[in-house]
């Protein structure tokens, strides 16, 4: 018998869209301290994935991954990754917006 795995709650949407934020403003300027970007990364990292994408080199996990390494790379390296920083954030909120809405009071609230 196989288990199916959650949907995310409002909370973990919560986290991945305060991540796809931070994202799209570190794209828009690379040279920016990325701390936020980091902590959101970290944070979103533990959040719940659309089961769909609960696969290895989802968009999902390789947005948190670049979030958590953008504050450490080399400068030239930051405007090189930019363009893809921009394009997971993409890529993770049309995952979510395509998501079916979940209606269940007992866990939403």
Not at 8 to 15: F, G, M, Q, V
Not at 17 to 26: F, I, K, P, V, W
Not at 42 to 54: D, E, T, W
Not at 55 to 73: N, T, W, Y
Request: some cysteine; proline content about 7%.
């Amino acid at each position: 018998m196989s288990r199916r795995l959650p949907e995310p709650s409002t909370e973990d949407l919560a986290k991945w869209g305060r991540l796809t934020r931070a994202a799209r403003e570190q794209a828009a300027a690379p040279m920016a301290w990325a701390g936020d970007l980091g902590k959101r990364a970290k944070v979103a990292g533990r959040a719940q994935i659309p089961p769909a994408y609960c696969v290895k080199g989802s968009p999902f996990q390789r947005l948190v991954e670049l979030g958590k390494v953008f504050a450490g790379l080399h400068p030239d390296q930051r405007v090189e990754k930019a363009a893809e920083l921009l394009r997971l954030a993409d890529e993770v909120e049309q995952a979510l917006a395509s998501r079916p809405a979940r209606k269940r009071a007992d866990l939403d609230g």
